[in-house]
């Protein structure tokens, strides 16, 4: 397992896209298992931070998510790191359930076929 650094880098100092959104990849903590892929604007970031528990921006609704305020299905956050561009997240979390709103426990349950094609 690699190692992370602690640095002390703010939430300003990040780089967002041009709708003021950075994405956030999603990972349980103990199965290492990628759960979702999600946005964050500073406000969701820092909310995350504060709360410990994952808070999204959702761009369908254009507002505010916290992660299972509907399903119950929160995330714990353990530990939050950023990319080496600062560009891009990863929440280690412990989920009280699966994260996606279709009940499975990722959201990456699909695959496409890979047979035949080159």
């Not at 990863?90 to 009940?103: K, M, R």
Request: hydrophobic share 35%; aromatic share 8%.
């Amino acid at each position: 397992m690699a190692v992370s650094e602690t640095a002390d880098l703010s939430v300003d100092e990040l780089t967002y896209n041009d709708a003021g959104l950075i994405s956030c990849i999603v990972q349980d903590v103990h199965t290492r298992e990628v759960l979702m892929l999600a946005w964050m604007n500073q406000e969701s970031l820092t909310l995350t931070l504060q709360q410990k528990t994952t808070w999204f921006f959702s761009r369908s609704r254009n507002k505010l998510w916290h992660k299972g305020e509907e399903s119950g299905n929160v995330q714990k956050l353990v530990e939050l790191r950023y990319d080496c561009d600062a560009d891009c997240l990863l929440a280690l979390v412990e989920p009280a359930g699966p994260a996606c709103h279709t009940g499975a426990t990722t959201c990456f349950y699909r695959s496409f076929s890979l047979e035949g094609s080159e």
